[in-house]
């Protein structure tokens, strides 16, 4: 059983596009986020959200925007895509605890 | 500003020995920190953790000590399996904040 899925795994578009990640847990979690891996291999905080509420931005361009629609999924829209939001986009979930579960990862090239 | 260091970005050990990551971190507020493993074309698995209360904490092969006053801590894997190969991130938050700074990883190779 899956546990922290996302769809797609690959996605190659042209700048200037919009596209749209997704993901589910299925552990019964309250908080998810949203990071991404650059090319130095850095993992960031993009976003988190708690039972569908926004907790964290960390400066984001607002052409990203995630969407909760339930606590368990949290959805990322990217607009106008640039050649920098090329990376691999990972979705994760938590309970009370520190301990985060992670998603295999959305690998976005943007041409 | 890179609050949460890994300085090697790579480490060969021969199965069978201890493998020592090791990370540091600059801020101080961090008060919990834990160890992720990441195969290729996979999300990161958390691993263990320790809370700023503890200097150790032990599961099995693995084992995390945390060294306050140099703001270091270091993952022991005893013996080292092949499966253990991997890239290792370690992260830092400040309980409650809901919100994990990592480090660039430590990609580790066990050879048999």
């Known amino acids: 059983d899956t546990a922290v899925s996302q769809t797609p795994k690959y996605l190659v578009t042209q700048m200037g596009n919009d596209k749209s990640i997704k993901c589910e847990q299925n552990?019964?979690?309250?908080?998810m986020y949203w990071y991404k891996q650059d090319s130095k291999k850095f993992l960031k905080i993009m976003f988190s959200?708690?039972?569908?509420?926004?907790?964290i931005n960390e400066t984001v361009p607002n052409r990203f925007s995630p969407k909760s629609p339930d606590k368990a999924h949290l959805n990322l829209h990217i607009n106008s895509l640039e050649l920098g939001d090329s990376a691999v986009y990972f979705c994760?979930?938590?309970?009370?605890?520190?301990?985060?579960?992670f998603g295999p990862g959305t690998r976005l090239t943007v041409l | 500003d890179q609050q949460v260091k890994q300085n090697s970005p790579s480490l060969s050990v021969q199965e069978g020995r201890i493998s020592i990551l090791n990370c540091d971190y600059t801020?101080?507020?961090?008060?919990?920190f834990l160890w992720y493993k990441k195969y290729p074309a996979e999300g990161p698995t958390f691993l263990i953790s320790?809370?700023?209360?503890?200097d150790k904490n032990e599961d099995g092969r693995f084992t995390v000590f945390l060294n306050k006053s140099a703001k270091h801590l270091s993952l022991h894997i005893v013996p080292s399996q092949p499966g253990d190969s991997a890239v290792y991130f370690c992260?830092?938050?400040?309980?409650?904040?809901?919100?994990?700074?990592f480090g660039q990883g430590t990609r580790l190779t066990i050879n048999p």
């Open positions: 994760a979930s938590s309970t009370q605890g520190n301990e985060q579960f």
């Open positions: 552990l019964g979690h309250d908080t």
């Open positions: 959200y708690n039972n569908k509420e926004l907790i």
């Open positions: 801020n101080s507020m961090f008060d919990y």
């Open positions: 320790i809370s700023s209360i503890k």
């Open positions: 992260a830092a938050t400040t309980q409650g904040a809901q919100k994990l700074v």
